[in-house]
């Protein structure tokens, strides 16, 4: 009968190879998990959401479902994380209400003030500096970090043309066609980068104030936003992720923007006259800290045996690589990235001393789902951060053990890397049969990893 600490023991077991990126194209998520395509509107809502509740101040990362009880009856639920920051609930119910006027202002045709495309109804501009008020704080916490405003500052310089001595300097023939190529780009996009350029240096000036200013500085700010979005697409998009450095592809670039750009998709949702939306939902939020407990589990091959036989060796070579990438560059302290600690003397990967790991917010709501009843077990379920290995498999198991039929986002090439997380543990209240069915999914990739590692 399997554990939970079996589960602590196998998800530390597969740490060692999906920490290394090795043959992460090798494992798949469930075809059950796939959301049906006939609810975009539907579903592209609860994504637009989960995304503005994390810049909520105090959150990291929200997860959400909808489920309708019956006709006409509607609960929003929603997992904040790691725990529910103060006026949550209140501010959640105030977006609602903005939302359903921004509805209700488009179908009774009430027009912008002013034409152009950064014209707002009263109800859409209440939307817009409601939501950057609150949540600017956060937006600018992650667009002013040392990573941010260097591929800001990248950005700034782009229109600055390639000189011939870069060309020479490459003696290699494929790299000088390549770096003349992206000189002749860059001489037809000169203006569009230029554009760029500018809207990138108002940017980075406009991050480097504590607040936005009055209700028309707000707005500016916003439709600066859209613009730098506006602006690399196309041409210019495909010449900045060719061949320009910076730091992370230009998606991780806008995920600076995340937040203005969030409230142009949800503008956007409330003029579709088709998206079904209920303006009474209910609102429960849950606590993900209530279930909480300390991650503990050492990297050995001995609960593995039974299955696999011996591994000739293969798991001491594994450990030996994991220590490299885990202790830090310079400083000898064991650490891993997910805020995991590595002992290398007990191989023993736990949760910081007085941090235990939260249990993740997409399981909190699926359990909290399957546990009460409430409503029938399935549902999308979004999140604002990549779904990681572990949470995949979790409602895949619930999914084929509990005949449930819950969906979620799995077309990220990142889903199965678990140094992207926190540490993830299973929820205490899982029953046996879920139990059972996540730790036979998780040996059944680590069997995997291991024949494709001894391959290499």
């Known amino acids: 009968m399997a554990s939970s600490a079996d589960i602590d023991a196998l998800i530390a077991a597969l740490l060692s190879y999906v920490f290394q990126a090795f043959h992460n194209d090798g494992l798949y998520a469930d075809s059950s998990l796939e959301p049906a395509r006939s609810h975009t509107r539907s579903l592209s809502l609860l994504d637009s959401l989960v995304v503005l509740l994390a810049h909520h101040p105090g959150c990291d990362v929200v997860a959400a479902t909808a489920q309708t009880h019956q006709p006409g009856q509607t609960s929003l639920y929603l997992c904040p994380s ?8 209140d501010n ?4 609602v209400s903005l939302f359903s006027a921004m509805r209700k202002d488009f179908a009774e045709g009430v027009q912008p003030e002013r034409d152009g495309d950064d014209a707002f109804s009263e109800s859409e501009k209440h939307f817009i500096l409601y939501t950057l008020r609150l949540c600017y704080p956060t937006m600018r916490h992650h667009a002013t970090s040392v990573g941010g405003l260097w591929a800001w500052g ?3 310089e782009e229109s600055e043309p390639l000189t011939d001595v870069d060309v020479e300097v490459s003696e290699w023939e494929w790299e000088r066609k390549r770096m003349e190529e992206g000189r002749r780009l860059r001489e037809e996009l000169v203006d569009d980068l230029r554009h760029l350029s500018e809207l990138a240096q108002t940017f980075v000036q406009s991050v480097s104030q504590q607040s936005l200013g009055n209700d028309e500085a707000v707005l500016r700010f916003y439709a600066l936003c859209v613009d730098i979005r506006d602006a690399m697409k196309g041409p210019v998009l495909e010449f ?10 230009i998606d991780g670039v806008l995920s600076y923007l995340r937040l203005p750009l969030v409230v142009s998709s949800l503008v956007a949702l409330s003029r579709d006259p088709k998206l079904h939306f209920d303006d ?3 609102i429960v939020v849950l606590d993900p800290s209530l279930g909480s407990r300390p991650f503990s589990a050492k990297m050995t091959e001995e609960h593995l045996v039974a299955r696999f036989g011996e591994l000739c060796g293969i798991w001491e070579h594994a450990v030996r690589e994991f220590n490299e990438l885990a202790v830090v560059e310079g400083t000898g302290n064991p650490e891993c990235r997910g805020e995991l600690q590595w002992n290398e003397q007990e191989r023993l990967l736990s949760s910081p001393a007085g941090r235990p790991a939260v249990v993740h917010p997409e399981v909190i709501l699926i359990q909290h789902l399957v546990e009460n009843g409430e409503g029938e077990k399935k549902g999308y379920i979004a999140c604002s951060e990549v779904l990681c290995y572990a949470s995949v498999r979790y409602a895949g198991a619930v999914n084929s053990a509990l005949e449930a039929r819950f969906t979620m986002r799995t077309d990220d090439c990142d889903w199965c890397r678990l140094e992207s997380v926190a540490p993830w543990v299973m929820p205490d209240a899982a029953g046996q049969e879920v139990v059972d069915a996540m730790k036979e ?6 069997e995997f990893l291991v024949q494709e590692w001894l391959r290499m």
């Open 280 to 282: 009474q939902c209910a």
């Open 240 to 249: 900045l992720n060719e061949y320009v450095y910076l730091v992370c592809r």
């Open 82 to 89: 790691p725990s529910i920051p103060p006026g949550f609930h």
């Open 154 to 156: 990248r950005l700034s």
């Open 441 to 446: 999914a998780l040996l059944q990739d680590l």
């Open 92 to 95: 959640v119910k105030q977006w």
